[in-house]
């Protein structure tokens, strides 16, 4: 009965629909090619002097032009990391305590439906005296501007706004918050969170408006714990980690080569064909959409349909726990997701839905599905099938009489 | 034929890990589940995030599926308040009771059942047997951790649809299957307390979630002897840590929650001829008012005999009173007939 958990992978053969891309994505085949060699014959530490050492550095710093390229910033403006919590974590304690250091101010703003890397960053910095604003999203799952620049100020130091949320998918209005950060906060710097952008949102276009971008590479089809924070030219940030002084110093540890690399080779197969794949996944989300609706015609879509991601539909279904209907779909091989997952992986409720005034009834009702770039026709005819078919099982349990 | 489908309570235990992997043996359909009960990331006490890891691992090793059911808030509000504010009011609650009635019985069970599984299994040391017309519920087969006492609010419906698959074994038995399978919660030391309380102790527990009102401690002839800071500390029939020093032995005899008063007095003062019930439950019927029954007031306490009349158990011998709060469950040998909650 004992399976060698190193031989055997577990649930081998078993086929699944898979619609949780804004959890973790699969890895592109050219991103698994690219990274082998680092891990194998060219596996060296770059901080050596020698010749293994030299080619894992070379992949590195042309890796570091790659994905520099990719998010219209210089290969100097590139810091790698260990993923993207640890990216806004560098960015945000980052900049606000050197800010505070300089004397320039003790503001952190940020919205009410961050990741909790973000969150988590600045509920520590507000436990170190900073004063922490957090901006109300409207209904749609879009910052209210008025709101923010009604608590912006000179002595703002630090503004963390997601580009696109994690749940809902919905692109926020990145250029408005940067004018109004530039014109009342002078000495703030503007982060973003743009984990879940990169497959969907032309991020070069806006590095311009601001100072730091958050990214990690499981998101667009690289491998875990890889992740960029990209620091503009002039932002001056305290290191999190400490130790050796890879990344200039702002993150020291034995550099991930073969993740590097790897991220590299996924996020330029990502952008070029990033306007194909918004056209490809979106007419198929767009399907399943109608799909679910036309079937349960009680069923609501949470976050502004015109403004959210192509790949992503969050969508609840009145009467219905969305914990049992996870379990319901994974039963069918359709995988998907709801509220934010815990270490536990228990499902804990949704800030973001709670933060965009969506009931805790409806929130709960509710659950995510994410496409990428390997999702298909045959998915979608799986999730249009099946999904309507989970629910009707659940609203029509035969309830045993108490 | 598809097989029957049957989800089973992991807890990270061993019992329940067992459970499973028997389950599992005899060719059932089955999927895991931890229910996540309470707390947040603690990593000491129930559900923490180790023994939810623990039941996944179990899970994998078996190569079942395993979930994890968030029902923490149903927990505070169906368990944890009421045992709060049971104790604030002067009674002893049994919040394993109530966690078996609200939340494997009824939280589990419903969701078990809308998601299409024909069974739910737990862990429990207690037998499900079933005859041409009824499904009984019998004590485990292991004496010393018999947990029938817990169960009694179990009827037809639920035992129709529970498997307690180590109710024959030993706890001993349980664990050298465990060792032939290898589970890695094999040697696992069991939880004795209650699971929400993980430090300081019931008192603080219950005085950081609800007022306590101080008042003063009486014996039966109403002497003052002394004062204390909430009636939360104490329980019916309690001797030890009264906080009063007097010649002989003194117990708590009644606790009167709304004028603070603890009464104290000697072990003949706790002695009653009767027990009135709430919440009556019975496994497939009442039993008749002249039928003799082995009346159980403790997890493992020796039973009294006794006569269900009405919602009032009648001893055949005075014994010490329960307190208020307390399950009492209601046997004939090894068989469980049903039971209450003591008024």
């Known amino acids: 009965m004992r399976r060698d958990p190193c031989r055997t992978p577990p649930y081998a053969g078993r086929v699944t629909t898979y619609l949780d891309y804004a959890a973790t994505t699969p890895m592109h085949a050219e991103a698994i090619d690219a990274m082998v060699p680092y891990l194998r014959e060219s596996f060296g530490n770059p901080s050596g002097l020698h010749t293994v050492a030299r080619r894992a550095k070379n992949a590195v710093e042309e890796a570091r032009e790659v994905v520099a390229g990719a998010l219209g910033a210089t290969p100097a403006e590139i810091v790698f990391t260990g993923g993207g919590t640890e990216a806004d974590n560098l960015a945000i304690k980052g900049t606000a305590r050197s800010k505070r250091a300089e004397g320039l101010g003790d503001g952190v703003v940020t919205t009410a439906f961050e990741h909790k890397g973000v969150l988590a960053s600045c509920d520590r910095l507000g436990r170190e005296g900073f004063r922490v604003a957090h901006v109300p999203v409207d209904r749609g799952g879009i910052v209210d501007l008025d709101a923010l620049a009604g608590v912006l100020d000179r002595r703002t130091v630090c503004v963390s706004v997601m580009l696109v949320n994690n749940e809902v998918g919905t692109i926020q209005p990145l250029r408005e918050v940067a004018g109004a950060v530039r014109e009342v906060a002078p000495h703030a710097v503007l982060h973003t969170d743009a984990v879940q952008a990169v497959s969907w949102v032309d991020v070069a276009a806006l590095v311009a408006d601001v100072d730091l971008v958050a990214v990690s590479a499981h998101k667009f089809g690289g491998p875990k714990g890889v992740g960029v924070l990209v620091a503009r030219n002039g932002v001056s940030l305290l290191p999190e980690i400490e130790g050796g002084g890879q990344e200039r110093g702002l993150r020291s540890g034995t550099v991930n080569v073969a993740g590097i690399v790897a991220m590299a080779a996924a996020i330029r197969v990502t952008v070029d064909r990033r306007d194909r794949e918004i056209e490809r996944v979106g007419a198929l989300r767009d399907r399943l959409e109608r799909g679910l609706l036309a079937a349960v015609p009680d069923a609501f879509v949470n976050g502004d349909r015109t403004r959210r991601v192509a790949g992503n539909l969050h969508i609840g279904f009145p009467g219905v726990e969305a914990e049992a209907l996870l379990v319901a779909l994974d039963r069918r091989g359709i995988c998907a997701a709801a509220g934010s997952s815990c270490s536990s992986g228990a499902t804990e409720p949704s800030h973001v839905l709670a933060a965009m005034g969506v009931s805790r009834e409806d929130a709960q009702a509710s659950i995510r599905l994410s496409l990428g770039f390997a999702s298909t026709d045959a998915d979608v005819d799986v999730a249009r099938d099946g999904i309507p078919a989970a629910v009707e099982q659940l609203r029509t349990a035969p309830m045993v009489p108490r | ?343």
């Open chain 2, 1 to 343: 034929m598809t097989s029957t489908r049957v989800l089973v309570a992991m807890s990270g235990g061993v019992d329940s890990s067992v459970a499973a992997a028997l389950l599992v043996e005899q060719g059932f359909d089955v999927t895991g589940v931890t229910m996540k009960l309470w707390g947040g990331e603690s990593d000491s006490g129930c559900c923490s995030v180790s023994d939810v890891e623990d039941a996944r691992r179990v899970a994998a090793q078996l190569d079942i599926p395993h979930y994890v059911f968030n029902f923490a808030d149903e927990f505070d509000r169906a368990v944890v308040d009421p045992y709060v504010h049971a104790y604030v009011a002067g009674r002893t609650p049994n919040p394993c009771v109530e966690c078996n009635r609200s939340m494997k019985w009824g939280r589990l069970f419903d969701r078990a059942l809308a998601l299409g599984y024909d069974a739910v299994a737990t862990g429990h040391h207690a037998r499900v047997r079933s005859t041409s017309t009824a499904f009984e519920l019998w004590r485990g087969a292991d004496a010393a951790k018999d947990q029938s006492y817990v169960l009694y609010m179990l009827g037809q419906r639920e035992l129709a649809r529970t498997m307690l698959p180590i109710g024959e074994l030993t706890k001993t038995a349980v664990r050298e299957q465990a060792a032939r399978l290898e589970l890695r919660t094999a040697a696992k030391a069991e939880s004795m307390d209650v699971c929400f309380i993980t430090r300081g102790g019931r008192e603080q527990f219950v005085s950081s979630r609800a007022p306590e009102t101080p008042g003063v401690i009486r014996s039966v002839d109403g002497a003052a002897l002394g004062r204390h800071d909430g009636v939360s500390a104490f329980t019916i029939g309690q001797r030890r840590g009264l906080g009063v020093a007097v010649g002989e032995r003194r117990f708590v005899v009644d606790i009167d929650a709304p004028s603070a008063t603890v009464t104290l007095g000697r072990r003949d003062d706790l002695l009653r001829d009767e027990v009135a019930l709430t919440d009556l439950a019975f496994v497939e019927g009442r039993p008749a008012a002249d039928r003799v029954l082995d009346v159980q007031v403790r997890a493992h306490g020796t039973p009294a005999r006794g006569r269900l009349v009405d919602r009032t158990v009648e001893y055949e011998a005075a014994q010490p009173r329960v307190a208020p709060g307390q399950a009492v469950a209601l046997y004939q040998g090894a068989r469980l007939l049903g039971g209450g909650i003591a008024v």
